[in-house]
């Protein structure tokens, strides 16, 4: 698999409005992987994001604040 890397502006606002759901990465202290996948808002560049105030993914980013977020459009198999 390709990773493709975008950095124009437009082309990233572009992907996020057609998305419909984003992956939320999160990893544990010890390394442990745990991805959500979450339905969003987004508005005048800000991403929303709609949570219980406690819980696994919680617990998570209060011993790891770093996280990702992955926007995937167009799942066609591609050979």
């Given at each position: 698999m390709?990773?493709?890397?975008?950095?124009e502006?437009?082309?990233?606002?572009?992907?996020?409005?057609?998305?419909?759901?984003?992956?939320v990465g999160?990893a544990?202290?010890?390394?442990?992987?745990?991805?959500?996948p979450?339905?969003?808002?987004?508005h005048?560049?800000?991403?929303y994001?709609h949570s219980?105030?406690?819980?696994?993914?919680?617990?998570?980013i209060?011993?790891?604040?770093?996280v990702?977020?992955?926007?995937?459009?167009?799942?066609d198999l591609?050979?």
């Amino acid at each position: 698999m390709k990773t493709l890397v975008h950095t124009e502006k437009e082309f990233i606002e572009k992907v996020i409005r057609k998305a419909s759901v984003c992956f939320v990465g999160l990893a544990d202290t010890d390394g442990t992987p745990y991805v959500l996948p979450m339905n969003f808002g987004y508005h005048a560049g800000n991403i929303y994001l709609h949570s219980a105030q406690e819980g696994k993914s919680i617990s998570i980013i209060e011993r790891n604040p770093k996280v990702c977020i992955t926007f995937s459009i167009d799942h066609d198999l591609v050979f």
